[in-house]
Antibody, heavy 118, light 111 residues
Framework: EVQLVQSGAEVKKPGESLKISCRGS????????IVWVRQMPGKGLEWVGIIYPGDSDTRYSPSFEGQVTISADRSTSTAYLQWSSLKASDTAMYYCARRSSRDNYFDPWGQGTLVTVS | QSVLTQPPSVSGAPGQRITISCTGT?????????VHWYQQLPGTAPKLLIYGKNNRPSGVPDRFSGSKSGTSASLAITGLQAEDEADYYC???????????FGGGTKLTVL
């Protein structure tokens, strides 16, 4: 079964650092783009960035460039999203998903990681 | 503000047919990029509903269908059921952004 499993919920204080994870299984992790998507409380979906674990090619949404860092470890089939200094406005649910190799859609999605900064 | 525009809400009675619109621009749908649709049930992760030119992943009922013309797309749901109550998002690729866009989402209420 193709699936993405994300790390658990986090509660942090402003200024702290954080790294959340997304582990893939059932597919060739290195050969698929992995995207991160933010959903703020009661709001819609926003593209954060995307990474190709095969060569670590990474693209960021202009809204998130410089605010977060995306990385991947091919040996553990895991992608990461990290912050060096969290803000209250980073409070949101963060989802990872696999980009299709055939087109620009995302499937499957991870279950989400809730990040609370307070 | 999303570059893909969806109505904030739609509603319909069980058994009815509803449509959800998604309006893009010349830098995304108008360039020929496909529109894809996701369903997000309350408290769960989004799930792919329709991809490409009206394709449904395994397990998605044929009550769901998608269409696109120029810079507009729509999702249609026939035979509305209570379990269809969810948020629906359209998504495409944008060449000006060099990245992916989501619509603002539409909340479907089954009356």
């Amino acid at each position: 079964e193709v699936q993405l499993v994300q790390s658990g919920a986090e509660v942090k204080k402003p200024g702290e650092s954080l790294k959340i994870s997304c582990r893939g299984s059932g597919f060739s992790f290195s050969s698929n783009w992995i995207v991160w998507v933010r959903q703020m409380p009661g709001k819609g979906l926003e593209w954060v960035g995307i990474i190709y674990p095969g060569d670590s090619d990474t693209r960021y949404s202009p809204s998130f460039e410089g605010q977060v860092t995306i990385s991947a470890d091919r040996s553990t089939s895991t992608a990461y999203l990290q912050w060096s200094s969290l803000k209250a406005s980073d409070t949101a649910m963060y989802y990872c998903a696999r980009r299709s190799s055939r087109d620009n859609y995302f499937d499957p999605w991870g279950q989400g990681t809730l990040v609370t900064v307070s | 503000q999303s570059v893909l525009t969806q109505p904030p809400s739609v509603s319909g009675a069980p058994g009815q047919r509803i449509t959800i619109s998604c309006t893009g621009t010349s830098s995304n749908m108008g360039t020929g990029y496909d529109v894809h649709w996701y369903q997000q049930l309350p408290g769960t992760a989004p799930k792919l509903l329709i991809y490409g030119k009206n394709n449904r992943p395994s397990g998605v009922p044929d009550r769901f269908s998608g269409s696109k013309s120029g810079t507009s797309a729509s999702l249609a749901i026939t035979g509305l059921q209570a379990e269809d109550e969810a948020d629906y998002y359209c998504q495409s690729y944008d060449i000006s952004l060099s990245g992916w866009l989501f619509g603002g989402g539409t909340k479907l209420t089954v009356l």
